[in-house]
């Protein structure tokens, strides 16, 4: 299934109507959706590579805006929609107990969640049922997507398709990785 999915969105990248379409799949994916925007974004750069940041701000628009949608989703129907969604990601057992701590690292787990491959339907709607300060959430959403769909761009526009493997294999793990290493050194500020 996640192969066709694959394909489907690799003919999407050469659509005449490609950014639309990758507008749609950013703003769902923000919510719903499997698929990160990334596997259209990446050869749609490839084929035109002096479009690589607009791309990219169609992008984190259509991502920050579907964030918002997501967290729409975990405000005024966590029950109903947010609780099936986030049962389907194997994150329903956690959400409870992750509720009564996630405020106090919300920032943290936007902007870790925007960066990486970690789902970041399951931050959004977190963030509204939790009842994240919007403004929080709307700020560190445009910075961590911004980010990513801006880092994965200009490598694109600067090295173009050798660079293609790198993003698609190691990207997320050097983000997690960057990540630990940041939060380590916060860690050994506070306590050392």
Do not use: C
């Not at 943290?108 to 939790?130: C, R």
């Amino acid at each position: 299934m996640l192969r066709n999915l694959y394909g489907w969105t690799m003919r999407l990248a050469e659509h005449p109507q490609a950014l639309w379409w990758l507008a749609i799949i950013a703003f769902i994916e923000a919510s719903v959706f499997p698929i990160p925007p990334d596997i259209i974004m990446i050869p749609m750069i490839l084929a035109r590579p002096s479009r690589a940041f607009l791309i990219a701000t169609v992008a984190l628009a259509a991502s920050v805006i579907g964030g918002l949608a997501g967290y729409a989703i975990g405000a005024l129907a966590f029950e109903t929609i947010g609780q099936p969604i986030l049962a389907s990601l194997g994150k329903a057992d956690a959400a409870a107990e992750f509720n009564t701590r996630f405020n106090d690292f919300g920032f943290w787990a936007v902007l870790i969640a925007g960066m990486t491959p970690f789902p970041y339907k399951v931050i959004t709607i977190m963030s509204g049922w939790t009842g994240m300060p919007l403004a929080t959430f709307i700020i560190t959403s445009i910075a961590a997507r911004g980010l990513r769909f801006f880092i994965v761009a200009g490598l694109l526009w600067k090295f173009g398709a050798p660079i293609r493997d790198f993003i698609e294999k190691r990207l997320g793990l050097m983000f997690i990785l960057f990540i630990v290493l940041l939060l380590g050194s916060f860690y050994l500020v506070k306590y050392i």
